[in-house]
């Protein structure tokens, strides 16, 4: 494992899953734009244990994923740890739950970030062998963007760096 930056985020998902590619959609247009100093964007693939790597030493994190929910597709959520719900079969279309892989990083002493924000965007169409979104789920990133740009913003100005 290697040090990261200050706050990171981890887009997952899969590039040819339709709408279970958002969370590396919300990380190529990040990428695209230009993070700030110490801020770090990376394609993490789909989520599982994988993403403790990702997060490893970094003092913030910003998990960003497609995920099923009882909502209108595209919808946009931000969650906290505390927010994933105990005992769900899955957050995301990914064998172990985000919730899961953050317990087991802390239960044997992976260097975890302090805070860890979670956006979700509510899929249309997962596991269909597309390479593109659904509109609605399209609709979803650019939100998931702006919230995102916000939680970069919060971040900086909390450490006294100038936005």
Known sequence: MRAKARLIIVGCGHPYGGDDAAGLEVVR????EGLPPGV???????????????LYEAER??????MVADLPPGSVLRLTEADLPEGARR????????????AWGRRVGVPMPQELVIIGIVAKELGLWRETLSPEV????EQALALIRQEIERFLQKTGQVP
Not at 91 to 102: I, P, Q
Not at 138 to 141: H, L, M, Q, S
Request: hydrophobic content about 55%.
């Open 29 to 32: 247009r990040l990428q695209e």
């Open 40 to 54: 770090e964007a990376v394609a993490c693939g789909t989520a599982g244990l994988g993403i403790l790597d990702f």
């Open 61 to 66: 994190g910003i998990l960003v994923d497609a």
């Open 91 to 102: 957050l995301s279309a990914h064998d172990v739950t985000v919730r899961e892989a953050l």
């Open 138 to 141: 399209a609709a979803g990133v």
